[in-house]
């Protein structure tokens, strides 16, 4: 924990590289991706603060919609659609993920039932043709489509899809080697992005 003190305290004497923050954001792009460590947002992408809004969630799920249920994730979406109006959402799945391992391989939870009933109430289990993989990549890639499915379902991102103003991507990043591929809908098949 040290190292990371040191490291916001030195970040905090050069506050010149962000005044212009404090005026409000607008950022152009929903990230919605897993809560793991080794999926650093900004990192992949280059962003700059106030550049990328991001819903992290275990095993970047996004919930199904329950209108009068207020949850976390809804709210997060809601807000950057509606509020930011950003432009385009994307679901970013990875390698090795934790949450998907899980669901492939029907873990015993019972140790942590607060993940056991979020990935029971908001995900399904999804589709391998090799389980024993351990990157588990075809699961992360259908779960990926799944989320994107699941956020169609929103009613703002419904609207803005219907109005042509919102585009949604999914894309899976390799953990061990830093590559993403996004989903091509002509194909149908992760690719190099
Ligand atoms: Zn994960």
Request: hydrophobic residues 40%; contains cysteine.
């Amino acid at each position: 924990m040290q190292p990371l003190i040191d490291n916001a305290r030195a970040f905090g004497q050069r506050p010149e590289e962000f005044t212009g923050l404090a005026a409000g954001q607008s950022p152009a792009v929903l990230f919605i991706t897993c809560s793991d460590s080794r999926v650093v947002p900004a990192l992949i992408t280059g962003a700059r603060p106030g550049e990328l809004f991001e819903l992290r969630t275990a095993g970047n799920i996004v919930p199904p919609y329950a209108s009068g249920t207020p949850t976390g994730e809804a709210a997060t979406i809601e807000y950057a659609v509606e509020v930011l109006g950003v432009g385009d959402v994307v679901v970013c799945g990875h390698s090795h993920c934790g949450a998907v391992g899980a669901l492939v391989r029907g873990d015993d939870l019972s140790a942590v039932p607060a993940v056991r009933d979020w990935l029971a109430h908001a995900a399904d289990e999804p589709r391998s043709s090799d389980p024993a993989d351990p990157a588990v990549a075809e699961a992360v890639q259908n779960h990926v489509l799944t989320q994107l499915l699941r956020l169609r379902s929103y009613p703002c991102v419904e609207k803005r899809l219907a109005e042509g103003r919102l585009r949604l991507h999914g894309w899976y990043y390799e953990v061990g080697t830093g590559a993403v591929r996004e989903h091509r809908p002509d194909t149908d098949a992760f690719e190099a992005l």
